[in-house]
């Protein structure tokens, strides 16, 4: 087990706030990614009732990125009418792009970089730019740049036949170098790691019900800011966590991604639209400002998989390593979050962390890690019932963990999440 290293300055969570999590192409319809980034920082500032001039930095997580407007922490700063010199860096790791600006932010203030750090990330799944064939493309060329003579408008035409080669196509969320969408993958993660249909119901019940308790319970009210849409129209709580589901309810739900496997709607994370903001300051910082701060970055880690062995297997390798960097185990942890992105994904990682073989074999470790006992799993729900806008996840559960270890006087909480690519992250958080 590593020692954990001192650090000279430290990184704290001040607070954290999000939108509500809503369905893909439903209330938010128009709201692109950074109008609903833009909405969870003023929630934040106005919460912790803080001067945008105090802010020195913005760093944002997005996935679906729009083309004219790719840095987003730019357009949020400027949307906030921060100060002028408050610069804006976009990160992009996957599912892992929130944590991956949190850490970002979080690593500049202990470099002394900065000491206001606004970060967290946005994602509207609503507003994905549907993309041309690039034949139609390269045909278009020279129309575009306005070089065209009357024989290449002739031929441009002739280029665009058949009419189905050229019609917009939806983009698919598939692996570039597998060509499986993840809902594939995990129905290969089921079947090798013995994941039955009914553990995975079983999760998402879970989910649904802790997520439920949290919003009827108001835990989830000092994290949640109300929207209201260009429309007129308020959301004010998450829009797909269902209090009422039952376990027959989700077993009756047919199979998306084979008619013979176990991955389905209720078992998985749903296209979701939403963003979360998280703000961080120097110890020194914070408490020049007045804040008491909730919690900060004991460790982080990242680490990548082999995709086409299984893509989503990455916090299994990850969690370790963030424990070992904090010189802590994982039954020192209080509080285990971790991204549903599919239930037999987050089961076959607790597997994995049980594993004597996965220890020695992928870890190099005589004993495994160790298991996560379900009363500290997600005790709040995750992505399944909240949803998960791929930007936003990170951000969204440093959010509820701080505040988690800051209610209820627990110490530390692990952070896992997959990736695309075959990616995974984690950190570990520790109250103040």
Request: one cysteine or more; hydrophobic letters at 45%.
């Amino acid at each position: 087990m590593a020692t954990k290293v001192k650090k000279a300055r430290r990184a704290v969570v001040v607070g954290g706030m999000r939108t509500p999590f809503v369905k893909a192409f439903a209330e938010y319809l128009t709201l692109d990614t950074i109008a609903l980034g833009t909405l969870a920082s003023q929630g934040l500032l106005e919460k912790l009732n803080l001067s945008r001039q105090h802010i020195q930095s913005v760093v944002w997580g997005g996935v679906v990125l729009p083309g004219l407007a790719p840095n987003l922490a730019r357009e949020i700063a400027l949307d906030l009418k921060l100060p002028a010199s408050a610069e804006g860096m976009t990160a992009t790791r996957a599912c892992a792009s929130g944590l991956q600006a949190v850490t970002l932010a979080a690593a500049a203030i202990e470099r002394g970089e900065a000491d206001v750090v606004l970060c967290g990330g946005s994602d509207s799944t609503s507003n994905a730019e549907v993309k041309l064939p690039q034949k139609v493309v390269h045909a278009l060329a020279p129309l575009a740049f306005g070089k065209a003579s009357p024989g290449d408008v002739l031929g441009v035409l002739a280029q665009l036949m058949p009419l189905s080669e050229i019609l917009p196509k939806m983009p698919r969320i598939a692996e570039r170098t597998t060509g499986e969408v993840m809902g594939e993958a995990a129905e290969k993660m089921a079947v090798r790691n013995e994941i039955s249909r009914r553990a995975q119901d079983e999760l998402a019940l879970a989910s649904h019900h802790r997520a439920a308790a949290a919003i009827s319970s108001g835990r989830f009210d000092d994290e949640v800011v109300p929207v209201q849409t260009p429309e007129g129209k308020w959301v004010h709580r998450d829009q797909l966590v269902r209090a009422t589901t039952s376990l027959e309810k989700l077993e009756a739900l047919k199979p998306v991604f084979s008619k013979t496997g176990t991955v389905t709607a209720g078992n998985a994370s749903p296209l979701t639209d939403g963003a979360a903001a998280v703000l961080l300051m120097s110890e020194e910082a914070a408490k020049a400002h007045g804040y008491t701060p909730l919690a900060a970055f004991a460790s982080w880690a990242y680490t990548g998989v082999d995709p086409k062995d299984q893509v989503l297997l990455g916090p299994a390798l990850a969690m370790p390593l963030a424990l070992e960097r904090a010189g802590l185990t994982l039954e020192q942890m209080d509080l285990v979050d971790m991204h549903e992105a599919f239930a037999a994904q987050v089961l076959s990682v607790l597997k994995a962390l049980e594993s004597p073989g996965f220890a020695k074999t992928r870890l190099g470790r005589d004993a495994p890690v160790g298991r996560v006992p379900r009363e500290k799993l997600n005790v709040h729900g995750g992505s399944i019932a909240i949803g998960h806008p791929f930007g936003a996840t990170g951000a969204r559960m440093v959010t509820t963990m701080s505040n988690e270890l800051h209610r209820t006087g627990k110490t530390h909480a692990l952070l896992g999440i997959c990736a695309a690519g075959g990616l995974g992250a984690a950190a570990v958080l520790e109250r103040i």
